[in-house]
């Protein structure tokens, strides 16, 4: 156990909808960093937050957005979904939220299907 | 930026062999390579990582190289046994604007042992 939590585990809906993804680091990490897997793209980066603030910015949709509360969770919010949104969606902490050098822990993930 | 890959997709061995995947990254900038296992249902785990100023990580039957002359670093899995059947990510420190870096990952390596 990696001590990162996701909620919740499997997200079905349809197309044009919104979801919400939840992230609880781990203990005493302040750094948030979320990653989309899919099947022909591996893992991608898409955004992390570091003590509530943006951090970095990978490649996130303008349809996605994300953010850090002052408990530190995190919420990444995708909406007008598209079938090609269907993927695994994962979270990952770290303490400092340096990125290079430092150690991801990734929670067990989101599998969201878009029908 | 940033990109990695990685070979090969898949790797099937008999127990008792070693296996070997291989990674080339192409920022000369980049600093920590993590490799990180992932299981059917879970997050990837970060298994060893390796920073630039070492040649050589090994830890209990695995080992990880980095040539970075090459650009390349490789992971080595000696004696295996079934429950190291999973996907292998490598994965590179990349570099974005300003000081804020982050983790390009390759697209995996599915490695099955057989018995």
């Known amino acids: 156990d990696s001590g990162v939590t996701q909620t919740p585990k499997h997200l079905i809906t349809a197309t044009g909808q919104r979801v919400t993804l939840r992230c609880s680091p781990r203990?005493?990490?302040?750094?948030v960093y979320w990653y989309q897997q899919s099947l022909d793209q591996g893992l991608q980066f898409l955004i992390q937050?570091?003590?509530?603030?943006?951090?970095a910015k990978g490649n996130i949709l303008e349809r996605f957005s994300a953010q850090q509360f002052p408990d530190l969770h995190s919420e990444l919010n995708l909406s007008s979904l598209e079938l090609g949104d269907s993927a695994l969606y994962f979270c990952?902490?770290?303490?400092?939220?340096?990125?290079?050098?430092?150690?991801?822990?990734f929670g067990s993930g989101t599998q969201l299907s878009v029908l | 930026g940033e990109n990695v890959e990685q070979h090969p997709s898949t790797l099937s061995v008999q127990e008792g062999d070693s296996a070997v995947i291989k990674c080339t990254y192409s920022?000369?900038?980049?600093?920590?390579f993590p490799w990180y296992k992932q299981e059917l249902g879970k997050g990837p785990q970060l298994i060893i990582d390796i920073r630039s100023n070492v040649g050589e990580k090994k830890d209990q039957r695995i080992a990880v190289t980095l040539n970075k002359t090459a650009k390349h670093f490789s992971l080595h899995i000696t004696e295996t046994q079934p429950e190291d059947s999973a996907v292998y990510f490598c994965a590179a420190s990349g570099r974005l604007a300003g000081t804020a870096s982050k983790l390009t990952f390759g697209t995996g390596t599915r490695l099955q042992v057989t018995l």
């Open positions: 937050y570091y003590n509530g603030e943006e951090r």
């Open positions: 920022d000369s900038a980049s600093n920590y």
């Open positions: 203990s005493g990490d302040l750094s």
């Open positions: 990952a902490s770290s303490v400092e939220g340096r990125g290079a050098g430092e150690k991801l822990f």
